[in-house]
């Protein structure tokens, strides 16, 4: 059964960037997508960007676009966020979850990373 | 880009029915949109509820439903249970490679 693990929680000062990854294990890398959503505070899921670890492939939010790159290394299983020129209002928990196309739904998720963008 | 809505709150009674529905803000949802639907409680991840319009993901109780009523995807609960109180979240494909939330439903138990 697959699981997703995302990295630790990060602390930014408004301006910086923000990398967060999210491991694969228990089934193979290529056979799916996967999709980034946040979280602020008390607020609802926002879809950010999806990448496919099979070609690379991605595609972003309008809201997000120029500001968010989605990779992925291969050798470990591992797929990133970068979020670059925080704000406040950046400050969320991040997912990341499996999309398999035979189920077009979000079956699987990460445990989520705060990130906290403060002065 | 075009907004998904859902009812901001609800209650139901403990044994009760409740639907709560998903619509875009302009249009009519169908089953090419591929509603989903997401359980989430205080501190956790989303759940799968519901994909592909109306079918149950693994271990989700057959009280759960969905369907499209009129001009929306909809999520029926039936015979609710106090640990149903939750965040409830649809999904739908915009199309082209997006995806988009709806606002969430927050639904009371009581």
């Known amino acids: 059964q697959l699981q997703l693990v995302q990295s630790g929680a990060e602390v930014k000062k408004p301006g910086a960037s923000v990398m967060v990854s999210c491991k694969a294990s228990g089934d193979t890398f290529t056979d799916y997508f996967i999709h980034w959503v946040r979280q602020a505070p008390g607020q609802g899921l926002e879809w950010m960007a999806w990448?496919?670890?099979?070609?690379?492939?991605?595609n972003y939010a309008q809201k997000f676009q120029g500001r968010v790159a989605v990779t992925r290394d291969m050798s470990i299983s591992t797929a990133y966020m970068e979020l670059s020129g925080l704000k406040s209002d950046d400050t969320a928990i991040y997912y990341c979850a499996r999309h398999l196309t035979t189920k077009h739904s979000f079956d699987i998720w990460g445990q989520g990373t705060m990130v906290t963008v403060a002065s | 880009q075009p907004v998904v809505t859902q009812e901001p709150s609800f209650s139901v009674s403990p044994g009760g029915t409740v639907t709560l529905t998903c619509g875009w803000s302009s249009g009519s949802v169908s089953t090419g949109d591929y509603p989903s639907w997401y359980q989430q409680t205080p501190g956790q991840a989303p759940r799968t509820l519901i994909y592909f319009t109306n079918t149950r993901s693994s271990g989700v109780p057959d009280r759960f439903s969905g369907s499209i009523l009129g001009n929306k995807a909809a999520l029926t609960i039936t015979g609710a249970q106090a640990d149903d109180e939750s965040d409830y979240y649809c999904l739908l494909y915009v199309g082209s490679g997006f995806w988009a939330f709806g606002g969430g439903t927050k639904l009371t138990v009581l």
């Open positions: 990448i496919s670890p099979n070609t690379g492939g991605t």
